[in-house]
């Protein structure tokens, strides 16, 4: 009952992840295509100009894309490991690994989210005019939530790889 359970949830949430590693690209490609015309403002992308952009601007967009390529391979990792998880093996011994890369990945995006953020606000608002220019610093309670279970994750998978690692010495000496 419970691998019923484990692959059923396993497969909802491998498609979700592939579903994610799909739409997230596109639809940040739409958003540079037409910035401003979505009628949504996505931390202020709606102020930016309609005009070619200088190139400042797409400095800054490429620097704040950086911990996305980190998101994307964890959002890859999560696919792998959802794939493995509908196969019905909770405890397999690749699934250590895995989640220790999510969690890698997952750290690293969150924590270049938060250093990389000034770069972004001062690159993206250097073509103002003096006295307009902006530097901002931002730390949330998200940012720390997911650098908490970033850790968590990395910790998991560490102490997963180890438990492998425990079972197959224990193997060779029975």
Do not use: C
């Not at 739409?23 to 992308?45: E, H, S």
């Not at 699934?95 to 990945?105: D, T, V, Y």
């Not at 250093?115 to 005019?129: E, F």
Request: no cysteine.
């Amino acid at each position: 009952m419970l691998t019923t359970r484990l692959t059923r949830a396993s497969r909802l949430f491998h498609g979700l992840a592939v579903a994610s590693m799909v739409l997230l690209p596109a639809l940040i490609f739409v958003g540079i295509i037409l910035p401003g015309r979505l009628g949504i403002d996505i931390q202020g992308t709606s102020s930016l100009p309609n005009t070619p952009w200088p190139a400042n601007i797409w400095a800054g967009l490429i620097v704040s894309f950086i911990p996305l390529v980190f998101s994307m391979l964890a959002l890859n990792g999560m696919r792998h490991l959802f794939a493995l998880y509908r196969l019905g093996d909770p405890l397999a011994p690749h699934a250590g690994p895995i989640i220790k890369s999510i969690g890698k990945n997952v750290l690293i995006a969150s924590i270049l989210g938060v250093v990389l953020y000034p770069a972004v606000t001062s690159l993206i608002s250097l073509s103002n005019p003096v006295g307009e220019r902006s530097i901002s610093v931002s730390i949330s309670i998200n940012d720390i939530g997911f650098i908490l279970v970033a850790g968590l994750l990395l910790m998991i998978g560490w102490f997963m790889s180890e438990a492998t690692k425990v079972a197959a010495k224990n193997r060779e000496f029975i």
